[in-house]
């Protein structure tokens, strides 16, 4: 008995994939029984250098050579981007053959089409390398969570963001020089600003609060924001606020509505909380059921091995339901039949606010902002006033608010920006108590 086993891409995953499946050899198939062996791999380019150099004949530009090969069980597609990803999932599918993937930029846009085949054809959709790359979450919550009503699931979600932000607050990195070292250590993805811009971290709380909560989110509904207008002087006075800038996913419900929020964006946490201490390309999913309470689960969310031990896991679950003919537990409740629900509109959700001005250095400004603040009962918590730039005549006025709801802010921060002091347009950043 062996499971044979089929590469879309053969790139930093995919490397990592066969590294474990080649060195591991032994080891996987005292775990599971029989052996693994890696037919075929799909590449663009079969003269390209390889870290992992593949056996003769392994690589091939034909897909066909992989997807509907009779001798191929399970088709791994890690070559990214929807299409020709889409497709070729799909005809796998079609022709009897599982699929693990490590596509969440896929599966957030076209999940829905895929679960429904794979519902369909009776094969298994596995994604756990989708979502923070080693850290075994979509198990935890299909499985080991499963007794739970899920209250809400706060993350770091993206490798790359989180390296950046690290070096930028603890090194005084420039964001530039962050980005390059985490391309070259292989965490962004094949587009950074997919990265930068927080779609990344979108596409994985995408999944995850389809798992949490049995709702797909649209991702237009979801307000996303990424990491690329902070500025050093921000990291500067959060920290002597006692706070540390991470770029949070988080999908809760609340408790006064009972409606779904669902937001990823940079975002002020107490230094001392644990997601606070979540550094470098680490990431970190907290989730707070009925019954468990809090789980804090942690680890590398990007990164060849770390991502492939993710999706060789799958391989062996795969693997193990293949021969014994046995039928997983689906993904979710059912992914095909999720329902579309609108989450609360962004302007509704309620949170507190850091905000950085850089204003003319004048009598009246701060009691100007301060009833702007007033006539959309903003309630202001501290104001910070540091120093005077004597060429511009410019200070930056810092103000945290109490809790208000997104649209009362921007209303405010409209009446604001008609008086004529700022300087530049001012920083917002959201602060999260993650109580
Ligand atoms: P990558 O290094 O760019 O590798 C992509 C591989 O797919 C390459 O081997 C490439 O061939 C092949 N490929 C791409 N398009 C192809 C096409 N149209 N036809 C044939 N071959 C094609 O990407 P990666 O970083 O491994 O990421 C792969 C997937 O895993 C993505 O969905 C990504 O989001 C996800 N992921 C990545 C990480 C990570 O840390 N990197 C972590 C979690 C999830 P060539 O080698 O010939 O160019
Ligand atoms: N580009 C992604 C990250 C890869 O940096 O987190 C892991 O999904």
Known sequence: MQTNIGLLGYGTVGEGVARIISLEETLLSQKIGWPLKLSKALVRDLTAPRGFPPPPGLLTTNPFDVVGNPDIQVVVEVMGGIEPARTLILKALEFGQH???????????????????????????????????????????????????????????????????????????????????????????????MDIEGEDAAHKLVLLTALAYGVLPSLKDIHIEGITKLEPLDFNFAAALGYVIKLLAKAALNPEDGRLEVSLNPAMLPKEHLLSGVTGVMNAVMVRGHASGDIFLSGAGAGMLPTASAVVGDIIE??????????????????????????????????????????????????????????????????????????????????????????????????????????????????????
Request: charged share 20%; aromatic share 8%; glycine share 8%.
């Open 99 to 193: 699929v693990v993937t490590a596509n969440k930029a896929l599966l957030a846009t076209c999940g829905k089409e895929i679960f429904e085949k794979a519902a369909q054809t009776k094969r298994e959709v596995f994604f756990e390398a989708a979502v923070a790359g080693a850290i075994p979450v979509i198990r935890t919550l299909k499985e080991g969570l499963a007794a739970n009503r899920i209250q809400s699931v706060f993350g770091i979600l993206n490798g790359t963001t989180n390296y950046i932000l690290t070096s930028m607050s603890q090194h005084a990195t420039s964001f530039d020089t962050a980005l390059a070292e985490a391309k070259s250590l292989g965490y962004a993805e094949a587009d950074p600003t």
């Open 318 to 435: 795969v693997a193990r339901l293949e021969q014994t003919g046995a039928q997983s537990i689906r993904p979710s409740l059912g992914w095909h039949s999720l329902k579309g629900d609108a989450v609360k509109p962004a302007g509704d959700i309620r949170s507190s606010y850091y905000l950085r001005f850089s204003v003319e250095d004048r009598p009246g400004v701060l009691s100007s902002l301060a009833g702007a603040f007033a006539k959309h009962n903003i309630s202001i918590a501290q104001v910070i006033q540091k120093g005077v730039d004597p060429l511009t005549n410019t200070v930056y006025l810092v103000i945290l608010t109490h809790s208000a709801p997104e649209r009362d802010l921007s209303h405010a921060l409209e009446l604001a920006g008609t008086l004529g002091f700022f300087t530049a347009k001012p920083q917002l950043i959201r602060v999260e108590n993650l109580n």
